[in-house]
């Protein structure tokens, strides 16, 4: 069983920066593909990004050279640093831990608003 729980969203001008969090509890989080996914109003929930148990990443074409996932299984937890902010980037934001053979567990999202 892993709980995730995401933090740092918030307000911000576009062209700024956020960096957000997902911290996990529980066992074996280094065993863990994970990924943030963010839902914008009347839209699909969307993969942003990516990342292995090797720590090899990808991202979706919209977010490329802006956003940057990592992770330190030390302290079990995994971010997603966003630059430039644009207002298409408004949306709950969703991290998500599973893997192949592994239950799926997400996070509560954290609101990020990118406004003037």
């Known amino acids: 069983q892993v709980q995730l729980v995401e933090s740092g969203g918030g307000l911000v001008q576009p062209g700024g920066s956020l960096r957000l969090s997902c911290a996990a509890s529980?066992?074996?989080?280094?065993?863990?593909?994970l990924g943030w996914y963010r839902q914008a109003p009347g839209k699909q929930r969307e993969l942003v990004a990516g990342i292995t148990s090797s720590g090899r990443t990808n991202y979706a074409n919209s977010v490329k050279g802006r956003f940057t996932i990592s992770r330190d299984d030390a302290k079990n937890t995994v971010y997603l640093q966003m630059n430039s902010l644009k207002p298409e980037d408004t949306a709950v934001y969703y991290c998500k831990a599973g893997g192949y053979g592994l239950a799926d567990y997400w996070g509560q999202g954290t609101q990020v608003i990118v406004s003037s």
């Open positions: 529980g066992s074996a989080f280094s065993i863990y593909g």
